[in-house]
């Protein structure tokens, strides 16, 4: 099976601007979990969703936001980027509701100038 | 606050030596889970242990659950260069929300 698929890998943006990310999960998993990765703070939960539900919510601001598909694909989508929002963003997808083993995507960087 | 803390942050250890490394963390849980990062890459899930489990083997690992001290261990056996990255360790408190530890950086020295 193929894994975890995020694209882009590199992002570079402006503050204020905008920004979309997409994760593919693995084939049959239909649960997707979003995570910030900083030097600072290190690996931050965003959110997860499961059959096109919001299931978990972590503390960011409502800048961040999520969808999934019909299909289990998922976007998350920052606005007004900040400097601070500048990590490497990780998906992963496991294959139930409880959070069992999650399989991770390569990560996309994304770098806000 | 991180539900999960590693210890040691960093660990330099000679290729063919054993690595150790810790992880304590603050509530209940249903399982504990070790991931491993190479380099700001994805993360590579190693082991589960759930919370009736007290230890795991997995090829060159082995970790330990002690619900009791809340507290966790990773063990790699026979150390080799490919073994250097960083190692996480989730739990799975507060509900459906998984939540990482700091991690650790091992480097092993050829």
């Known amino acids: 099976k193929a894994g975890v698929t995020q694209t882009p890998r590199y992002l570079i943006k402006t503050r204020g601007q905008q920004v979309t990310l997409s994760c593919s999960p693995i084939?049959?998993?239909?649960?997707v979990s979003w995570y910030q990765q900083t030097p600072g703070q290190g690996l931050q939960f965003l959110f997860e969703y499961f059959s096109e539900t919001q299931r978990n919510k972590g503390n960011f601001p409502g800048r961040f936001s999520g969808r999934q598909f019909s299909n289990s694909r998922s976007e998350m989508n920052v606005s007004t980027l900040e400097l601070g929002d500048s990590a490497l963003y990780l998906c992963a997808s496991s294959l139930g509701v409880r959070q069992d083993t999650q399989y991770f995507g390569p990560g996309t960087r994304l770098t806000v100038l | 606050s991180q539900q999960g803390e590693e210890d040691p942050q960093a660990l330099s250890i000679q290729e063919g030596e054993n690595a150790t490394m810790n992880c304590s963390y603050k509530t209940s849980i249903n399982n504990l889970q070790w991931y491993r990062q190479n380099s700001g890459r994805g993360l590579v899930h190693l082991i589960l242990i759930r919370s009736n489990e007290r230890e795991k083997h997995s090829g060159r690992l082995r970790v330990t659950l002690d619900t009791s001290k809340k507290s966790s261990s990773l063990l790699i056996t026979a150390s080799r260069a490919a073994d250097t990255a960083s190692y996480f360790c989730?739990?799975?408190?507060?509900?459906?929300?998984?939540?990482f530890g700091t991690g650790t950086s091992l480097t092993v020295i050829p």
């Open positions: 989730a739990t799975d408190a507060y509900g459906n929300q998984f939540y």
């Open positions: 084939s049959g998993h239909r649960s």
